[in-house]
């Protein structure tokens, strides 16, 4: 699937700014950026759910918005909000749904159980939708936007509120769907699900600031990543904002990682002197970047990018 132009305003506010997109079937999509960077706004307009306000999109074979109403019928959409009936029960949910896709009457029994297997819910089956646990109501919504075999999934911020061990089981499910053939786009703003994405879109402020396979955008990431390890995170992070030729300066667990500008030729030995200079006690090392320090350049450009246009 793919998007020209794609651009949604909301009266003064360009929510989405004019995207480019190359979606390649099959494949698990991410959409990620900061709350209001307009990530479901993006993924609603590229499924046909939203008119957009200028561009178009190519997706299924059929063209948006023309023929959104197509699209419709194809895909399944789960949002964090997902709803279940809390008073039914597993089955009953996913009978109630499979009855709402048009699943015919003679096939219910077969969809359902299927849907059941497949979501590792059978030890469920018989349990109000109410007494789930997170992971458990997770896959049930997963089950239920899924029933019709949907050729495009839609997740928007899918695993917020679940434990990493559902969030995980959650992702092998996607793996196989995608596996299957399904297209599935989903957005999220944490790092370790975009990291699982075959390709991703970083979005800020309405626009692609980095768009790629995770792995190549990390190896891209034009600028220098040192690791520091320090009992004075502060006095080390006050230092090194300071400095020139360090962009910025991020705390991620009990280490910070320092940024430094692409025209920087020793980042490890600028950091080091100066936490030296300053008297701060550190370990300091190179490192890989990850996703995290990839979301931190692209925003920054885009910024520094919004900056210069504004004064020209
Ligand atoms: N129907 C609407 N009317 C007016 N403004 C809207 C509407 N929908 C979204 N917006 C605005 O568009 C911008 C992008 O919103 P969007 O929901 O796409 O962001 P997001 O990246 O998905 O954020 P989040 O992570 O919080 O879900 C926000 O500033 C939001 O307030």
Redesign the pocket.
Same mark, same amino acid.
């Given at each position: 699937m793919s998007a020209k132009g794609l651009t949604?305003r &909301?009266?003064d $506010?360009t %929510?989405?700014d004019s995207i480019d997109l190359e979606i390649p079937e099959a494949a698990i999509y991410g &959409?990620l950026?900061?709350?209001?960077?307009?990530?479901?706004? %993006?993924?609603?307009m590229l499924c046909g759910l $939203?008119t957009p306000s200028a561009g178009e999109v190519e997706v299924l074979g059929y063209k948006v918005p023309g023929q959104a109403e197509k699209v419709k019928r194809e895909i399944g959409y789960m949002t964090?909000k997902f709803s279940l009936y809390e008073d039914l029960t597993v089955t009953e949910n996913l009978k109630f749904l499979a009855t709402v896709y048009g699943v015919p009457a003679n096939k219910l029994k077969e969809t359902v159980d299927g849907a059941v297997e497949r979501y590792w819910l059978t030890e469920q089956r018989s349990q109000f939708a109410a007494t789930l646990s997170g992971g458990q109501k997770q896959r049930l919504a997963l089950a239920g936007a899924t029933l019709h075999r949907p050729r495009l999934l839609i997740l928007?911020?899918p695993t917020s509120a679940v434990d990493p061990q559902s969030r995980r089981d959650f992702w092998d499910i996607l793996f196989g769907l995608a596996e299957e053939g399904t297209t599935v786009l989903v957005?999220s703003?944490y790092m370790d699900e975009a990291e699982r994405c075959h390709r991703l879109a970083i $979005?800020d402020e309405?626009r692609v600031v980095a768009e790629g396979r995770p792995r190549d955008l990390i190896r891209d990431i034009g600028a220098g990543v040192v690791e520091i390890e320090t009992s004075a995170p502060r006095a080390a992070r006050d230092c090194l904002e300071k400095i020139d030729g360090v962009q910025s300066v991020a705390q991620l667990g009990a280490r910070l990682h320092a940024l430094t500008a692409k025209s920087v030729e020793d980042p490890e030995g600028l950091v080091s002197n100066a936490l030296k200079q300053a008297d701060v006690d550190a370990e300091v090392a190179t490192v890989m970047a990850n996703l995290e320090d990839v979301f931190v350049v692209a925003t920054r450009l885009n910024h520094e990018q919004g900056k210069s246009n504004d004064a020209a």
């Open positions: 949604k &909301f009266g $506010l %929510a989405v &959409f950026g900061p709350n209001g960077s307009g990530k479901s706004t %993006a993924i609603r $939203l964090q928007d911020e957005s703003h $979005l309405g």
